[in-house]
């Protein structure tokens, strides 16, 4: 079994920066491929952002490509979504998610799920 558990959201303006944290715990995931993923209220869950076990590999959802990174550090469980540039449609639970193998963006493919963390971005 994996927990994972998000931290680092908040409220900021449109234009500022938030970093989320996604520790992980019970099992390492050295070899999981994490993702970020997102939904607001009404919406379906909107894939964010994916990286490898290595971390060389990333992968960005259209709506977030050029203002988001990914990131993680095996030696601490813990993966990264560093957000940029925010906009008001960014406001969002997200979550953080977790499989073993490759990456992907589907949230189907995903096994482990953090509980989330509000994003909120004021116009």
């Known amino acids: 079994q994996v927990q994972l558990v998000e931290s680092g959201g908040g409220l900021v303006q449109a234009g500022g920066s938030l970093r989320l944290s996604c520790v992980a715990s019970g099992r390492t995931v050295r070899t999981y491929a994490m993702g970020w993923f997102r939904q607001a209220p009404g919406k379906e869950r909107e894939f964010a952002a994916t990286i490898s076990s290595s971390g060389i590999f990333t992968s960005y959802g259209d709506s977030v490509k050029g203002r988001f990174t990914i990131s993680r550090d095996n030696a601490k469980n813990t993966v990264y979504l560093q957000m940029n540039s925010l906009k008001p449609e960014d406001t969002a639970v997200y979550y953080c998610?977790?499989?073993?193998?490759?990456?992907?963006?589907?949230?189907?493919?995903?096994?482990?799920w953090g509980q989330g963390t509000q994003v909120t971005v004021s116009s």
């Open positions: 998610a977790a499989r073993p193998g490759a990456t992907s963006s589907w949230p189907r493919e995903y096994d482990y």
